[in-house]
């Protein structure tokens, strides 16, 4: 899973895998880094109301 | 007693009414844990797993739900994706039922792998040359997403929405769903066409394996395919049961004809691609490895032509012919009757592609190695379902799931239900 792993190899198949997955799982983070922070942001400047 | 929970204009039962019917879905619940415990207490021989059938009933129910469950991201792709914006109506409930299905998913593989303490393993020492492993790590990752569809939805839930935080996180995830979404459609169709490939690379298995594209057999293409097909029909089969059971219009003609339609053009595409895959892998595939069609449906008790003719022609393109024509579509009784048939082909395709498989001879001296799941098996496989239930009733009570809901019941008086 990371390169520290003892099994871990520097081959195409990790780098498929494991770049697939933490790319997808990157995303996801950052996405909801983005909208807890703009979220927190948005509460301390808060204009009374939001629209969704 | 709840009532400040429950969104403003909307009629919901009583809280007793409601409760007792939870405690009646929990009594099912609890049968499924206490075979569950079984199951991690004394181990595997709980099943009746054996040589043959290393994959079993849990393994049907885990393919058959995730390919039910692909509702979910096919229609967050055609609404986030491709800007369909009627499927505003149905997307929270699509996702809610991706969210139980995926779930269920996860859970059922947490019993079927005998050691659910070592259930990290998968990651921390991935095999990245098996597809189950993409399989692994698509799905908890497509989880993720999907737990983040949901989370906005809570979010808008009337007092939840009352703190200020809350309102901006929802306010903002909408604002980035088209991320996610497209994630999730990512993700989605690595691990629907995963669960497929499995199947079709088993060169020991003839009546599975496949050709294919580079090293995806076709078996990979047609998961992902007849997921996005069927799942919307199974999104609209439980909206379905939600107004029956509610008395209420959930959802409105317009958009259920509109997913109805999309769902039936992709069901006769697939339908035809899965003919052309089936008549090649009998004509040309099968022969080249020394077996003939009738080997894989005759000389049993269950399996015969029957189970072919039922999912493709019964199940796939009556269905399909169905949904396609606005006249027979936009017929209330015979579009249950083609979504209903459309669920219980794409249940069979996966039951077909797990135990058929390892029903069918493949030595000389093999015979038909038939199958009936233990009571351990079936209580842990009927428990997602009564979580399910469980988990659409508090969100329908609780949440605005779904946006048409005052508009379509606002005529007549608004009435009793759960």
Redesign the interface.
Known sequence: MFPFSFEWAWDIGHAVFFGGFWFAISILGAGMTFCILKAAYDTMNDSGESHH | MDSALIPEGAKRCSFPKFAIGIAIVSAVILWGAVAMGLIWWKGLNQTNMNDYYGFALWIWADLAIIAVGGGAFFTGLLKYIFKIDELKNIINFAVIIGFICYSSALYILAIDIGQPLRGWFI????N??SML??VA??LS?YF??LT?EFI?NIL?NRQANKV?????????????MA??AA?GA??SF?HQGSLGGVAGVMFGRPFAVREGLLIWPWTFFLFTWSAAAFGPCFTLLVTRITEAVTGKKLVSDKTVHLLAKISGWMIVTYIIAKIIDTIYWAMVTAPSLGFTLSHFYTNNSFYGYWILITEIVLCGVVPGAILIMKSTRENPKLRLMAIILGVIGICLNRWVMVLQIMAVPVMSFDTWALYFPSWQEIATTILPIAYGIILIAVAYRYLPVFPQEKELNSVEPLTEAE
């Open positions: 990651f921390w020492h991935a990245v040359h492993t993409e790590f698509c990752a993720a997403v983040i906005p808008e200020p935080f809350f309102n901006h996180l929802a306010h903002n995830m909408h604002g980035v991320v996610f994630t990512f993700l690595f």
